[in-house]
């Protein structure tokens, strides 16, 4: 059987593709089974990811085949929303770069990253009403957060599909580029975010995650572990060193 996603792993990152074209990249069983072989993956060894798909579609949607036949039980497993919010949960951020339709379950996964890039080609909504369900894998609740609640509730109950215009002047999407540029323009991103360090950024994600109420202890905890580290030590040092070059110079 042909994998559902193609996975590429250097040192400091992993780019997943979404590698179904010709059903436009529908997320299907094999294919959320495959997300989580990723993030155990992942979960050990901790690097910032990189989600694109294949074939100038990011993902349409649910496999609608798959969808019909499931029944009660199947909802109340979570098959979608228990696979996108272990990505949302991944300890090092998550880049989706979207290009051409991220509809229904798409659009869910792209929710659940931390960052989105898209194309000037990119269509962005939630139609799963007019299938007679309901977007159920983190639309509800997300979107508000990301677009404002107007905006989402338009969405999600009128069918209003986004484009990258609307997308870039409402902050779903960080940047727009050039589909022949996409996947450099993640890299990109996650080439600033390496240049930060790893524990920090690992911990200001988790801080920034976590429940308002746990606020300020978790953000003291994390300073707390931080302050003791040898790479805070180090890059402070190099500070102090160069800005005194600076001042003697």
């Known amino acids: 059987m042909k994998p559902a996603l193609a996975v590429e792993e250097t040192d400091d990152r992993v780019v997943v593709h979404l590698d179904r074209p010709e059903v436009r990249n529908a997320i299907d069983q094999q294919m959320v089974d495959e997300l989580h072989d990723v993030c155990a993956r992942v979960e050990r060894q901790p690097k ?41 949960r991944l300890p090092m951020p998550v880049i989706g770069l979207l290009d051409g339709h991220a509809l229904g379950g798409g659009a869910e996964l792209a929710y659940a990253c931390d960052f989105r890039i898209g194309t000037p080609g990119v269509k962005i909504g939630n139609p799963e009403p007019g299938l007679g369900i309901i977007a159920a894998a983190g639309a509800t609740w997300r979107l508000a957060e990301l677009v404002g609640e107007p905006t989402a509730m ?78 805070k030590e180090t890059r402070m040092t190099a500070f102090l060193t160069k800005r005194s070059e600076r001042s003697s110079s």
């Open 48 to 88: 910032i990811v990189l989600l694109i798909g294949e074939g100038g579609t990011f993902a349409a949607g649910a496999d609608i085949a798959q969808l019909k036949d499931r029944g009660r039980e199947d909802a109340l497993r979570g098959i979608n929303s228990s696979v996108f919010d272990r990505v949302r």
């Open 154 to 231: 338009e969405i999600l109950l009128a069918g209003r599909v986004l484009g990258a215009e609307d997308a870039l002047a409402l902050h779903l999407l960080s940047e727009v580029v050039e589909a022949e540029e996409l996947l450099a323009a993640g890299h990109r991103l996650a080439d600033r975010i390496s240049r930060q360090a790893p524990l920090a950024v690992r911990l200001t994600k988790a801080s920034f995650r976590a429940p308002r109420a746990a606020h300020p202890f978790v953000d003291d905890l994390a300073q707390a572990v931080l302050f003791e580290t040898l790479e």
